[in-house]
């Protein structure tokens, strides 16, 4: 592929003129090689280009006149199409768009990296492991979710976890952080310990692990959503354990980071709790950059896999939002529910909860919702929100619009510009290292 061929020789260019002297001035780290020795894929799951701009006015300092940048500004290299095979038409669900990541092929909503005719497809993963680079993946869904599982293994439906869950024995993948204790039963356990996999459950227990193999499972299924574990991090402390078990690996390594709960918070059509998840993916490209900074031989390589719940900013001929309601909000609106469930004092609860006192209006509402159960009422509480912020959702499915692709270390200039998904994949595929010839 004639894409990969002019950014090395203009690197090599550059090598070449770089003299000793220039070395022995140069006081930061070596210089990046054009190739990258580790490679680190992150997936924002339904973060669509309204999710990064949402998050740039939640975050930003209403004191100062400009509004700052995020990560995701100062990332941004170009945009990718998401469309799945032709047979599940244009909009994607995250098993095809996974795969289409993992392998470069696209194929029907569900599959987990098999083709239309549901043959396996190899993966960065296994392709990676195949050539001596460590592997991991760490993420805030069941580590058997559909993204992280068209990464690990093969299957033709993303719903058959159990069948996930035991054909990721066979990757031999180093690192594994995430939720998903359901999923492994006492006897795949000892499957997996038999293969020299560390097991643990207790976030604390992350500190304890100093080396590869680590299988580490720290929720029944997803973690908890990242607002009401406010300065919990969790994300970014996986994504650093990992980095820093992955890296003992002299060959290098790929790892997959996903910040997987953007997407069910956007399914639920949940904007307080989508800007808590994309805090979260924000923290931890943070922690992935900083290791590329230190890291040259270090690529990253950021996108989403599709767009969630068509999030518009601004509703109803209105020109304006209010994210400072966003930034008061102390807890999920699930949480937020289940409090004005069961309590006595739901209402100053709630307001508290909201960080802003409710009116009548809103109260009459919620009365209604919470006499029919808890769904009802975080419904309620979500459409209080939206209403005070002037946040407008179309669906509480996927939407075919295109998404971003951030990137930074060597050869990141390869995804400037507009690509496919599975280009993002391709992309990728040729960094990897060219098998060793054996020696004649
Ligand atoms: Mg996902
Ligand atoms: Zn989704």
């Known amino acids: 592929m004639s894409f990969t061929k002019a950014p090395f020789l203009l690197l090599g260019i550059g090598l070449l003129l770089s003299t000793p002297t220039w070395a022995n001035i140069e006081t930061g780290p070596t210089k990046a090689p054009s190739r990258p020795k580790n490679i680190v894929i992150m997936i924002g799951d339904g973060m669509g280009p309204s999710y990064t701009s949402a998050y740039r006015y939640y975050k930003d300092n209403p004191d100062t006149e400009e509004v700052e940048q995020t990560v995701f500004d100062r990332l941004l290299v170009g945009m990718a199409s998401t469309y799945p095979a032709s047979v599940s038409g244009y909009v994607t669900d995250s098993a095809a768009a996974a795969t289409a990541l993992a392998t470069g092929v696209k194929s029907y909503?569900?599959?987990?990296?098999?083709?239309?005719?549901?043959?396996?497809?190899?993966?960065?993963?296994?392709?990676?492991k195949?050539?001596?680079?460590?592997?991991?993946?760490?993420?805030?869904?069941?580590?058997?979710?559909?993204?992280?599982?068209?990464?690990?293994?093969?299957?033709?439906?993303?719903?058959?976890?159990?069948?996930?869950a035991l054909s990721y024995l066979e990757t031999n993948a180093d690192v594994f952080l995430g939720g998903g204790q359901k999923?492994?039963?006492?006897?795949?356990?000892?499957?997996?310990?038999a293969k020299g996999y560390q097991h643990i459950t207790r976030f604390e227990d992350l500190a304890s692990i100093t080396q590869?193999?680590?299988?580490?499972?720290?929720?029944?299924?997803?973690?908890p959503w990242a607002i009401d574990e406010k300065d919990a991090k969790k994300l970014s402390t996986l994504t650093q354990k990992a980095l820093s078990l992955l890296s003992q690996n002299d060959?290098?390594?790929?790892?997959?980071?996903?910040?997987?709960?953007?997407?069910?918070?956007?399914?639920?059509?949940?904007?307080?709790?989508?800007?808590?998840?994309?805090?979260?993916?924000?923290?931890?490209?943070?922690?992935?950059?900083?290791?590329v900074r230190e890291h040259p031989d270090t690529l990253m390589v950021i996108t989403a896999d599709h767009n969630t719940g068509g999030l518009s900013i601004g509703v109803d001929g209105k020109?304006?939002?209010?994210?400072?309601?966003?930034?008061?909000?102390?807890?999920?609106?699930d949480t937020l529910a289940l409090a004005a469930i069961s309590g006595e004092q739901w209402q100053a609860d709630l307001a508290r909860g909201l960080g802003f006192e409710l009116n009548e209006e809103e109260i009459a509402k919620l009365t209604v919702a919470r006499m029919?159960?808890?769904?009802?009422?975080?419904?309620?509480?979500?459409?209080?929100?939206?209403?005070?912020?002037?946040?407008?959702?179309?669906?509480?499915?996927?939407?075919g619009t295109d998404v971003q692709v951030f990137a930074a270390g060597p050869a990141s200039e390869l995804f400037n510009?507009?690509?496919?998904?599975?280009?993002?994949?391709?992309?990728?595929?040729?960094?990897?290292?060219?098998p060793k010839k054996p020696k004649s």
């Open 109 to 128: 909503n569900g599959a987990i990296s098999v083709d239309t005719q549901k043959q396996p497809l190899p993966t960065i993963l296994e392709k990676a």
């Open 130 to 164: 195949s050539l001596g680079l460590s592997t991991g993946v760490a993420v805030t869904s069941q580590i058997n979710h559909a993204t992280p599982a068209a990464f690990l293994a093969h299957n033709e439906s993303r719903k058959n976890y159990d069948a996930l």
């Open 183 to 193: 999923y492994f039963t006492p006897e795949l356990l000892a499957q997996f310990k």
């Open 212 to 223: 590869p193999k680590v299988l580490g499972l720290f929720a029944e299924v997803q973690l």
């Open 251 to 291: 060959q290098g390594f790929v790892l997959l980071v996903e910040g997987s709960l953007i997407d069910w918070a956007g399914h639920n059509n949940d904007i307080a709790t989508a800007m808590g998840e994309m805090d979260e993916f924000s923290n931890a490209i943070e922690v992935v950059e900083q290791f």
């Open 319 to 333: 020109y304006n939002w209010n994210p400072e309601i966003l930034r008061n909000v102390s807890a999920s609106t």
């Open 372 to 399: 029919q159960g808890l769904e009802t009422i975080a419904v309620a509480i979500r459409h209080v929100i939206d209403k005070r912020t002037d946040t407008g959702w179309t669906t509480d499915g996927h939407t």
């Open 417 to 434: 510009g507009h690509q496919d998904n599975t280009d993002i994949a391709n992309k990728i595929f040729s960094l990897l290292p060219k």
